[in-house]
């Protein structure tokens, strides 16, 4: 037995991968590393008297020997949220220095000056960087380093048969699909991203049985874009044989006057009825009839005391289910304290008010400040009955997984940093109330499941921007997944993986500007490895699946005056 364990030990080993600390990018305002070794440096480097840490209150006797208090910095190099304090000169660069170390940006409002402060942060990251790479703690850092970003090592997952026993065998699944299945059932969260036509859609009915057959799971929710509800309906009933362990919220089946399902013939894209390619005889699926308010009302209200194993409605119905104030309260306090989102962002998220406001100038409040005014107040004591109009809190729904399809509609939970946020060529794009929604429901879930329950699919995890990569990971992976990178907020993200350098950008006015910009990536392999543990990317050429051939034609498009006059403002 002992020499099974080392051999799966040694193949484990085998399969990591392992970098030396010349391709480690070590930076300043990163901090999966202590901060003593920075501490270190910069006393080296002519900052003897810096310190990181914490400001706190002392007590001491005075030379009268009264007790007075006095601040303090009380060193803690492990402490991610601790400050640098200072550097002897809290002026001109070394004030500059200062912010920079403590996260925030090189200012001045001489362009030559400016230029001159940068020019010597580059050169301090440049120095850091050999300094770190040749520190005599190298091999203990490289192995840290290694252990943080590249500790995952794939599992190759068996593709054979699943035994599902509710099933009606008329869909078949490949090979390439039973093991995504027993991966995601396994690993209990992640994100399915299957090219478009491989079956992300059987593969999630078939995990939803593989969870039950697997005591993993008792109700799933698949929540749906309202155009594709009809065909999830038809491809659930294929698969499943009948529809007698679920429930549908926008749909029902047509039934005769003896309460049988009527059948409709399929119809292909030119509006013909299909035949089956072996048989030669016309295909007929179930004739659905929409449901009316009430009855989607009722069905809500049915989620939480039913024993269905699985629960398919779209994603406005699934936005529209509440979430206890108190609830959203906590975790947006946890979103504010990292700043994933703005103060503003939070009360609208936790309030429902889409007009609700700040203030302005002095009179502007905190999110802290503003959800106690009285007419946010009672919602926090409000636990909530069968109101009109209003769905169960999602907290008595009952579900213990959720499966998001088309999940890329959800990556704009988290906006840019205060210091990322304006970084040339890094997409960013506002907080989508219903992405905040949506990864407050999935934090709860896991919450609730010992980390287990949050499912994506998508055949686009990431388009144009870095920060989509945060925001998709965060509906699936716990907070402690990213600090282990030192990534606490959106900013330190981009610190870690985002290669910043001082760009030449042009303005719609044709005047050039030097400015931060985003040039590339770095440490790419702990992204990799972070992105690839919870997401199950497969192509066509991965699976071996033949596609039939197709013609790429390309059109060139004449902007109208509306859009070429859009295109100039975001450019700007």
């Not at 440049?126 to 380093?145: G, I, K, R, S």
């Not at 593709?159 to 209990?188: C, F, M, T, W």
């Not at 209200?301 to 398919?312: A, D, E, M, R, Y």
């Amino acid at each position: 037995l002992k020499a099974k364990y080392q051999s799966q030990i040694d193949e484990i080993n085998r399969r990591r991968i392992r970098v030396g600390a010349d391709a480690i990018s070590f930076g300043m305002q990163q901090k999966w590393f202590s901060r003593k070794y920075l501490v270190e440096f910069l006393r080296e480097s002519g900052y003897p008297n810096i310190k990181y840490g914490r400001e706190e209150w002392v007590e001491e006797e005075d030379y009268s020997g009264k007790t007075v208090k006095k601040k303090d910095i009380a060193e803690d190099y492990e402490n991610p949220f601790g400050s640098f304090f200072g550097t002897g000169r809290e002026q001109g660069f070394d004030k500059q220095l200062l912010d920079y170390l403590n996260g925030g940006k090189v200012t001045s409002s001489k362009a030559e000056i400016l230029q001159a402060y940068k020019d010597q942060v580059k050169t301090l990251e440049e120095n850091f960087n050999v300094y770190m790479q040749q520190h005599d703690d190298a091999d203990l850092l490289t192995e840290q380093y290694n252990l943080k970003f590249n500790g995952f090592t794939p599992f190759e997952y068996e593709g054979g048969g699943l035994d599902l026993p509710d099933i009606s065998g008329r869909v078949k699944l490949h090979d390439y699909q039973n093991a995504a299945i027993r991966r995601s059932s396994e690993e209990g969260r992640g994100c399915l991203a299957f090219d478009v036509g491989l079956g992300k859609s059987y593969s999630a009915l078939g995990l939803v049985s593989y969870n039950k057959k697997m005591g993993r799971s008792r109700k799933t929710c698949i929540t749906v874009p309202k155009a594709v509800l009809a065909n999830w309906y038809h491809e659930a009933k294929k698969f499943y044989g009948n529809l007698d362990d679920a429930l549908f919220v926008g749909f029902e089946p047509k039934r005769d006057k003896n309460g049988s399902i009527i059948q409709e013939p399929i119809l292909d894209e030119t509006g013909q009825a299909k035949t089956n390619p072996l048989t030669g005889e016309i295909e007929y699926q179930d004739a659905l009839v929409q449901d009316s308010p009430q009855e989607i009302f009722e069905k809500m209200w049915k989620i939480p005391q039913t024993n269905l194993s699985l629960v398919i409605m779209t994603k406005e119905k699934y936005g529209a289910i509440p979430m206890r104030p108190a609830t959203k309260d906590r975790y947006a306090q946890k979103m504010l304290e990292r700043q994933l989102i703005s103060d503003r962002d939070a009360l609208v998220s936790v309030t429902g008010d889409d007009k609700a406001s700040l203030g302005k100038g002095k009179e502007k409040l905190s999110y802290s400040e503003a959800v106690q005014q009285d007419r946010y107040r009672q919602q926090f004591s409000d636990e909530g009955t069968e109101k009109k109009g209003e769905f169960p809190y999602f907290e008595d729904m009952g579900f213990d997984s959720v499966i998001v399809d088309e999940a890329h509609e959800f990556k704009n939970s988290y906006q840019g940093g205060k210091e990322t946020g304006n970084i040339a060529y890094l997409p960013t794009a506002p907080s989508a109330k219903r992405a905040i929604d949506m990864n407050m429901k999935m934090h709860y879930l896991r919450e609730q499941n010992s980390g287990r329950g949050s499912y994506l699919l998508t055949a686009t995890p990431v388009t144009n921007s870095p920060f989509e990569i945060f925001n998709m990971l965060s509906l699936v992976c716990p907070v402690e997944e990213f600090e282990r990178f030192g990534v606490y907020t959106v900013d330190d993200f981009i610190r870690v993986f985002g290669n910043i350098q001082t760009v030449q950008k042009t303005r719609v006015s044709g005047e050039v500007v030097d400015t931060d910009g985003l040039v590339g990536l770095k440490n790419l392999d702990g992204l990799r490895n972070l992105f690839h543990k919870y997401v199950n990317m497969k192509n066509a050429e991965d699976v071996q699946l033949p596609l039939p051939p197709h013609t790429e034609v390309h059109e060139d498009v004449e902007m109208s005056p509306i859009q070429e006059e859009l295109y100039a403002s975001l450019r700007e």
